[in-house]
């Protein structure tokens, strides 16, 4: 298999897994058919979309390969069908959702070098990439952004980003930082989720 | 009447109603006069601009022609003023807005395909062109987007959609599929709200 | 200090003022360090980056230039930590966010008609730039914005444009017209406060 190939093929996955994440999330929320479809297509290429209209990728990538579009519909077509089933698979989708995650990260990050935006800006449009359809999910849904509140989520995503600006400056080889970013993300969400780690909260105060 | 006078005219007119589905909300939230036209123009806009936004096509048509913006400002204005009426008038509400989804749904489409985007590209950014301004007026007034989970809504948005990309495959006249495209939505729309269909939602299950 | 330096400076401080608005909110609603980061970020630069997405001004601005990103991140940090004192300066922070409101005001009206935008697309583009921060995160909160429904707020910022606008149609110095807005804004913010006026809210009516 190609590197080309290969990278399509982790494409597709997190595409799907995060649209069975939106696909639940309606169902949940007893949303009708159509419904179900938009949030898992919603939340699998929002964070595209966002990337694309901020970096002046258009149209937007999802838009030119019918494939971005046709796996997270169908995706949400079988989840409005079969929606037990997949709850049942949560260590799965856990593990399927990390790599996702990480995936996300380093496609942003990546594209945002390739058009000339420096280091931090980099590294904000692949954290935008990989979090942005989870918070459009959310806010469809009227809750407020789990990515905001719960575990650590998008700090494994920045550590890929990171991972990713720190090779490029470096000039190493992309598929191995590609590679070693995803595993950074993937591993620290699911330790993180294991461990049952989260990030601090602000500490009450009083104000007198 | 011109064919490109008769499609500004279409075009003015969808905008106006969907401006003034957006006023009548932010009335029913008793937001203030600015939050009423605000709430107008996002609604009859918002679907354009995220379309324009994907697509590229920058700077966004709304802010190139005064009249698009001009239109819902002024609709919410009047519904800020006069609203009991408007809401007397739910009936012909319903007709016109049923025109202006097919209408967005088609003009969405078009503009896709004209920037070279795919059929099934072409598709969602009609449908986002139809029923984005809704949304954004859900989140605006924090409901859960009402196209998501009530009536046959989108579905219209979207067979709209397909007749307009199978009539350009087969190199159909223009106008002609797009007319047939809108009295598609239109009916569909209207029908369904008079017999009361629904799209299906998900079957409630017992997780054991 | 050149005129260029002035401007820049008083861009950060607004894009600061704007962060601590955003983290203010977050801590308040208990998210995470990160997500206090994230909102103060999205507040800052939020309005920013629609307005560059609907002209087509990418990649956006606020990418382009680490010092954009890095003032809202560190303001959010620094909220994180010292919350309560941000809390006890609020007549300060009022003046600040009134000068950062009529900043970016002009600024997006400004940008607009460079890009070509007449004058009602501009004044558009300038009020959402100014207030599109703080609906997004009013939205991540799940609060309906402000903006929409409580005192003075926007039509400062519609004030503002309507002088860039009418100051450019006239051929004037701009670095005058941009500092007559400002003030206009500011004063009107700060007095609209201080006398604790509101835009009306549209009459309740029986329907019968």
């Known amino acids: 298999m190609s590197t080309a190939t290969l990278l399509l093929v982790l494409d597709i996955v997190g595409i799907a897994v995060f649209a069975v994440s939106g696909a639940l999330a309606a169902v949940d929320k007893k949303l009708d058919i159509f419904g179900v479809i938009f949030l898992a297509v919603a939340t699998a290429l929002g964070g595209g979309f966002i990337r694309d209209a901020l970096l002046g990728a258009t149209p937007a990538a999802a838009l030119t390969d019918w494939r971005y579009l046709a796996t997270p519909a169908i995706a949400g077509l079988v989840v ?13 989708f856990l593990l399927v959702d990390a790599a996702g995650l990480g995936l996300f990260a380093v496609a942003g990050t990546r594209k945002a070098i390739d058009f000339g935006v420096g280091p931090l800006g980099s590294s904000a449009i692949g954290i935008l990439t990989a979090i942005g359809g989870g918070i459009i999910r959310d806010i469809l849904v009227r809750e407020i952004p789990h990515v905001l509140h719960r575990e650590i989520y998008a700090t494994a995503a920045l550590l890929a980003t990171i991972v990713v600006v720190i090779g490029d400056r470096l000039s190493l080889n992309d598929v191995v930082v590609a590679i070693l970013a995803i595993c950074v993300a993937f591993s620290l969400r699911v330790v993180s989720r294991w461990k049952n780690w989260a990030a601090p909260t602000a500490k009450a105060v009083n104000l007198e």
Chains 1, 2, 3 share one sequence.
């Open 80 to 92: 409005f069908f079969v929606h037990p089933s997949v709850a049942r698979w949560s260590r799965l």
